[in-house]
């Protein structure tokens, strides 16, 4: 066998694998130019998907980083913390004057903040204590402004309110790999109805009606035979009779026909009806003289 026929057996097969069967009679619908116009849909809607999950991640990542900061969950900063950072203690007026500085003394490290623990704040006012460094500030201010406002409105941060930016993530990141194979599956599509218009265009009877049989379960030699017996695989045989399988205009356009809108002389069109009534069991009586000796 040459290596031009088994290159062109090799993709047959692999289009007839691919070609997804149509859902109603007619294997031509949805059109090549609304499939196109569905991938670029499906394309945009992914660009925007992906946009929005690229948000949730460093909304996620942001949280996350306060939460480390504050020392855990759950994280208590105070709505004024939330706006500035906390000011250096200064002493008040019954602080001792041992207590008070002097502008000469050494100065002291700053005490470690004070983490406040959920029974602790379930007790009493945690209102005045921020859990964590001096970075608190930076990581809130670094928060989308509604998302800050949302999640300190009561002065912390929870394990739920975590849990639901992580399942917010996790929803946009499979709707993402959903669109991701829709496009992936129009773009096939598109492609194996590019290569069968190329074929048709051409006259490559062959491949397509591969594809015709393999959609109607019935015999590709077999209707090959009858094509070659009605028109020796020419497109435009025929006076009364016409195409590939020799269809008198009246007949074509039928209501049996789901292609009868399309041209007589469209091969490919021609081989599906074809497969098609066949598969009804119409072959006998449409070709009586050919069908026989084909099948």
């Keep these: 066998m040459r290596p031009r026929r088994i290159a062109l057996l090799i993709t047959t097969i692999t289009l007839i694998v691919l070609a997804v069967p149509a859902a109603s009679a007619h294997s031509e619908a949805p059109t090549l130019s609304h499939l196109r116009a569905q991938l670029r849909k499906v394309r945009t809607q992914r660009h925007h998907a992906q946009a929005t999950l690229s948000k949730a991640r460093t909304d996620l990542d942001g949280v996350r980083a306060l939460v480390a900061a504050a020392g855990g969950l759950p994280a208590f900063v105070t709505a004024q913390a939330a706006a500035d950072p906390a000011p250096a203690p ?3 007026a019954t602080a001792s004057p041992e207590a008070t500085p ?4 050494t100065p002291q490290p700053t ?6 623990a959920a029974g602790d704040a379930a007790a009493g006012d945690v209102s005045g204590y921020v859990s964590g460094g001096a970075d608190l500030p930076t990581l809130i201010a670094a928060l989308r402004p509604s998302l800050a406002t949302r999640l300190l409105a009561d002065g912390a941060v929870t394990a739920d309110e975590v849990s639901a930016l992580e399942r917010r993530v996790v929803r946009w990141r499979r709707f993402v790999r959903r669109l991701r194979r829709a496009e992936r599956s129009l773009a096939r599509r ?3 109805r590019s290569r069968i218009a190329a074929w048709n265009r051409k006259g490559a009877w062959r ?3 591969e594809i015709a049989a393999r959609r109607r379960g019935i015999s590709a030699d077999g209707l090959y035979r009858l094509m070659m017996a009605e028109s020796g695989g020419r497109r435009y045989a025929g006076t009364t009779y016409k ?4 269809y ?3 007949t074509w356009r039928a209501s049996w026909n789901p292609w009868g809108d399309e041209s007589i002389y469209n091969g490919w069109a021609q081989i599906q009806a074809t497969a098609y009534a066949i598969d009804r069991g119409m072959g006998p009586s449409n070709w009586p003289a050919t069908y026989p000796a084909a099948f």
């Design 190 to 192: 598109i492609a194996i």
């Design 243 to 246: 195409g590939l399988f020799q």
């Design 102 to 105: 002097s502008p000469d003394a």
């Design 207 to 209: 491949p397509l009606i």
């Design 90 to 92: 200064f002493p008040d």
């Design 111 to 116: 005490p470690a903040p004070t983490t406040v």
């Design 248 to 250: 008198y205009p009246g």
